[in-house]
C-alpha cells in the first residue's frame, strides 16, 4: 500500500479509532487500527467486539493495500505532526511514514490477524439529521445504569414507528423518553436496545457533524452511518451489537393524571435544588412541599452535621397541596436535560411519580419516582 493524505485528515479519524480499539491482553489484535488503501480513500478500522468503527479519508493512493499496526502509537504519533501532506507506505509488516524531510517506521502486523467487523445489510434505513439526533439523545443518555441482573434497562430503548422514534432509558428510579422524527417512512414498527456505550460514542463521533445520518437495523446489531457530502460515499460506519432482553413496558408508569400541576422557571428551580442539595448529600435528599394557595413550592434539606436549607420557590401552581422528597440528583439531571426556560412538574400523589417536561412541548418527557417516606 502506498498513499498520501493531510495530517488533519487523518489525525480526526484516528481520535475515534483510538476509542473504539479495545486494551485487549488475550486478543492483541484488538488493540490495532486497520489502514486500507482503496481507490481514493484511506479506510481506517477498529473494533472491540462490541463496536465497529470505519472511516473513509480522501487520499492519493498510488498502490491499494491494507496493514495493521497499534492504534494508540499511530493516533499519538499523528497527532503530534504539523498538519501537512503525510506519505503512507505498507513494506511487508512495517508501515513508513514520511513527513516533510523526515522518515518514520512502524512495526505493524498483518491484516489476516485482523478481526472481521460485519457488514449489516443495507436496507430498511430511516434517516436522521445528525444534529438532532444525537442532541435527543443526549437527553436519555446518562439515565440507564448497569444491571447484571437486568441488563436490557442498561441500555436505550428504540422505538421505529412510521415517521418517527421513540428512546427511552430507565434505571428503576427514573425515567426519560424522547421523540425524535426521521424520513422513512417505517412500514412497520422496529424495537432494539442500544448499548448505553454504543450510544455515547454515536454521539460523540455525529454529534457536531450537520448533514444526514442513516441507521441501518438487523435483528442483533444496528449500523449509523454518515456520508461524504459531496460523493455520497461513506465516511463514517459505526456498527453496534444489541442487547439482548425484552424492554419492560414502561409506558404504564407515565402519569396521565396529576393533582398538582406547576410551571415553573428552570434556571430557579435547578439553582434552587443545587443549594439544597449541599445540604442533603448524605441522603440525596429534598423535600418539596406544594403550596397551591401561596402559588410556591417549598424546597428543604437538612444534615445533623451540616444545618438546614430552606427556601420557597414561586409559579403557576394547580391543583391540590402535596410534599414529596426526591433524590436531588435525579431532579437535576432530570431539569439540566430540559431546553426550555419553563418546565412543567406534576405531582401524581404523595408516592405516585413525579414528571418533569418542557413547557408547550410534547417531544420530551422525565419521570422521577419520590423516596420512600421513612
Same mark, same amino acid.
Given at each position: 500500500?502506498? #498513499?498520501?493524505?493531510?495530517?488533519?485528515?487523518?489525525?480526526?479519524?484516528?481520535?475515534?479509532i483510538?476509542?473504539?480499539?479495545?486494551?485487549?491482553?488475550?486478543?492483541?489484535?484488538?488493540?490495532?487500527?486497520?489502514?486500507? #488503501?482503496?481507490? @481514493?480513500?484511506? &479506510? %481506517?478500522?477498529?473494533? @472491540? %467486539?462490541?463496536? +465497529?468503527?470505519?472511516?473513509?479519508?480522501?487520499?492519493?493512493?498510488?498502490?491499494?493495500?491494507?496493514?495493521?499496526?497499534p492504534?494508540?502509537?499511530?493516533?499519538?504519533?499523528?497527532?503530534l505532526?504539523p498538519?501537512?501532506?503525510?506519505?503512507?507506505?505498507?513494506?511487508e509488516?512495517?508501515?513508513?511514514?514520511?513527513?516533510g524531510?523526515?522518515?518514520?517506521q512502524?512495526?505493524?502486523?498483518?491484516?489476516?490477524?485482523?478481526?472481521?467487523?460485519?457488514?449489516?445489510?443495507?436496507? *430498511?434505513?430511516?434517516?436522521f439529521?445528525?444534529?438532532?439526533? &444525537?442532541?435527543?439523545l443526549g437527553?436519555?443518555?446518562g439515565?440507564?445504569?448497569?444491571?447484571?441482573?437486568?441488563?436490557e434497562?442498561?441500555?436505550?430503548?428504540?422505538l421505529?414507528q412510521?415517521n418517527q422514534?421513540?428512546?427511552?432509558? #430507565?434505571?428503576?428510579?427514573?425515567?426519560?423518553?424522547k421523540?425524535?422524527?426521521?424520513?422513512?417512512?417505517?412500514?412497520?414498527?422496529?424495537?432494539?436496545?442500544l448499548?448505553?456505550?454504543?450510544?455515547?460514542e454515536?454521539?460523540?463521533?455525529?454529534?457536531?457533524?450537520? $448533514?444526514?445520518?442513516?441507521?441501518y437495523?438487523?435483528?442483533?446489531?444496528?449500523?449509523?452511518?454518515?456520508?461524504m457530502?459531496?460523493?455520497?460515499?461513506?465516511?463514517?460506519?459505526?456498527?453496534s451489537?444489541?442487547?439482548?432482553?425484552?424492554?419492560p413496558?414502561?409506558?404504564?408508569?407515565?402519569?396521565?393524571?396529576?393533582?398538582?400541576?406547576?410551571?415553573?422557571?428552570?434556571?430557579?428551580f435547578?439553582?434552587?435544588?443545587?443549594?439544597?442539595?449541599?445540604?442533603?448529600?448524605k441522603? @440525596?435528599?429534598?423535600? %418539596?412541599?406544594?403550596?397551591?394557595n401561596?402559588q410556591?413550592?417549598?424546597?428543604?434539606?437538612?444534615?445533623?452535621?451540616? +444545618?438546614?436549607y430552606?427556601?420557597?420557590?414561586?409559579g403557576?401552581?394547580? $391543583?391540590? *397541596?402535596?410534599?414529596?422528597?426526591?433524590?436531588?440528583?435525579?431532579?437535576l439531571?432530570?431539569?439540566?436535560?430540559?431546553?426550555?426556560?419553563?418546565?412543567?412538574? +406534576?405531582?401524581?400523589?404523595k408516592?405516585?411519580? +413525579?414528571?418533569l417536561?418542557?413547557?408547550n412541548?410534547?417531544?420530551?418527557?422525565?419521570?422521577?419516582?419520590?423516596?420512600?417516606?421513612?
Amino acid at each position: 500500500m502506498k #498513499t498520501v493524505l493531510l495530517q488533519e485528515k487523518l489525525k480526526e479519524g484516528l481520535s475515534a479509532i483510538e476509542r473504539i480499539s479495545s486494551r485487549s491482553f488475550s486478543l492483541p489484535s484488538l488493540n490495532n487500527v486497520l489502514i486500507k #488503501t482503496i481507490k @481514493n480513500f484511506i &479506510c %481506517l478500522e477498529a473494533t @472491540n %467486539l462490541e463496536i +465497529g468503527l470505519r472511516w473513509w479519508i480522501l487520499a492519493k493512493t498510488e498502490k491499494e493495500g491494507e496493514i495493521a499496526v497499534p492504534s494508540g502509537l499511530f493516533s499519538s504519533f499523528i497527532s503530534l505532526l504539523p498538519n501537512e501532506k503525510l506519505e503512507l507506505e505498507g513494506v511487508e509488516t512495517n508501515l513508513k511514514i514520511k513527513h516533510g524531510a523526515q522518515t518514520t517506521q512502524i512495526k505493524g502486523f498483518s491484516s489476516e490477524d485482523f478481526p472481521v467487523i460485519p457488514q449489516i445489510k443495507e436496507n *430498511g434505513a430511516v434517516l436522521f439529521e445528525s444534529g438532532p439526533f &444525537c442532541e435527543g439523545l443526549g437527553q436519555v443518555i446518562g439515565v440507564p445504569s448497569l444491571s447484571a441482573s437486568r441488563p436490557e434497562i442498561s441500555g436505550i430503548h428504540f422505538l421505529l414507528q412510521k415517521n418517527q422514534a421513540v428512546i427511552a432509558a #430507565t434505571d428503576s428510579f427514573r425515567l426519560g423518553e424522547k421523540k425524535i422524527s426521521f424520513e422513512g417512512p417505517q412500514k412497520e414498527e422496529v424495537s432494539f436496545i442500544l448499548p448505553q456505550k454504543t450510544a455515547r460514542e454515536v454521539i460523540s463521533i455525529f454529534g457536531e457533524k450537520e $448533514g444526514p445520518l442513516k441507521l441501518y437495523f438487523s435483528p442483533n446489531q444496528v449500523m449509523f452511518e454518515f456520508l461524504m457530502t459531496e460523493s455520497l460515499h461513506p465516511k463514517i460506519q459505526l456498527i453496534s451489537r444489541l442487547v439482548e432482553g425484552e424492554y419492560p413496558n414502561y409506558q404504564e408508569i407515565i402519569p396521565t393524571k396529576f393533582e398538582t400541576q406547576a410551571l415553573l422557571k428552570k434556571d430557579e428551580f435547578v439553582e434552587q435544588i443545587k443549594l439544597a442539595s449541599l445540604f442533603g448529600k448524605k441522603t @440525596n435528599e429534598v423535600n %418539596l412541599k406544594v403550596d397551591a394557595n401561596g402559588q410556591k413550592i417549598e424546597i428543604f434539606s437538612q444534615s445533623p452535621d451540616l +444545618g438546614e436549607y430552606k427556601s420557597q420557590l414561586s409559579g403557576e401552581i394547580k $391543583g391540590s *397541596g402535596i410534599e414529596a422528597s426526591f433524590n436531588y440528583k435525579f431532579l437535576l439531571d432530570g431539569l439540566l436535560s430540559i431546553k426550555s426556560q419553563e418546565v412543567f412538574f +406534576g405531582l401524581s400523589g404523595k408516592d405516585g411519580a +413525579g414528571i418533569l417536561k418542557p413547557n408547550n412541548a410534547e417531544d420530551y418527557i422525565y419521570i422521577v419516582m419520590p423516596m420512600k417516606s421513612s
